[in-house]
């Protein structure tokens, strides 16, 4: 009687779980799935978005997406935008946050001050960036009598850095409280063990802090990087992609694509080759880095 009762019980218990999932699994697959499937398949098409008609083309979009010099010219700023974001945003989160896990005075303080430009939409952070290389910045030089050049929107040479400085500023204490968040997980013992064994502070870093941080190395790199690799509403607010086109990301000249130039069908292909390579990017980088910390 009892393993009846007992019987009856998990099956509610799984009806309920299985009730809890399906909203859940509802809008994933209205939200994902199916936008998915359908830019797959209007890749497949010339359909303008507005006409009823959707004239097959086959893989046509996809071959002449190699020959893009446009789209190829995006991918190279994408590419150099997300190679600069991810090695100095991991670089200065984690010093950053070795920094206030030191034990330094104010620690709750720096790290609000930190966090609150991750706080601020990036649209508003574009803005912001651009009044301060065009106006706030060239006051400087008023000032001191300097010849500093701080348009850096202004020139295609200079553009990606003004990007990397302004997205950097942003996200740089998001990523630091994750990396603090795993330096205070380190046991302390660890460190006084290496103490005795006459380790310096530079050998406990390399051998102690980076090994035992791997989980949270793992999440900022393919964070950051997938992340920047979708880039658009930054350069919307700040450059437009400008000068000329030199700061048109992927995601941005999709939208140039489909939206400005009605080719849905070619911008449905764009953004499904995004998507391959995100996913493509990301895996390999889960592997890679999963894989250093089984070994550690």
Known sequence: MGNIKTSGLQKRLERQYFLLVIPGFIVFTVGIIIPA???????????NGLTV??????????????????FLQSWWFTIKFTIGNTIIQNVFALLFAVALDSGIKAQKLY??????????????????????????????????GTNINFLLFGSGETVLSGLLIANNWQW?????????????????ELYEAAKVDGAGAVSRFFNITIPMLAPSITICVVGI?????????????????????????????????????????????????????????????????KSREVQQ
């Open 37 to 47: 499937i359908l830019a797959f398949r209007y890749s497949l098409t010339s359909w």
């Open 53 to 70: 008609d959707k004239p097959f083309v086959g893989l046509k979009n996809y071959i002449n997406l190699f020959h893009d010099t446009n």
């Open 111 to 144: 790290r609000t001050v930190f966090f609150i430009p991750c706080l601020i939409s990036s649209v508003i952070v574009g803005f912001i960036w651009l009044k301060m290389y065009s106006n706030v910045l060239p006051e400087i030089n008023d000032v001191l």
């Open 172 to 188: 740089i204490g998001y990523w630091m409280l994750i990396y603090l968040a795993g330096l205070q997980s380190i046991p302390a």
């Open 225 to 289: 990087t997938t992340g920047s690799l979708k880039v658009y509403d930054l350069l919307v607010s700040s450059t437009g992609g400008g000068p000329g086109r030199s700061s048109t990301s992927v995601i941005l000249q999709i939208y140039n694509t489909a939206i400005g130039s009605r080719q849905f069908g070619y911008g449905s292909a764009m953004s499904v080759t995004l998507v391959l390579a995100l996913l493509l990017v990301a895996l390999i980088q889960v592997k890679t880095l």
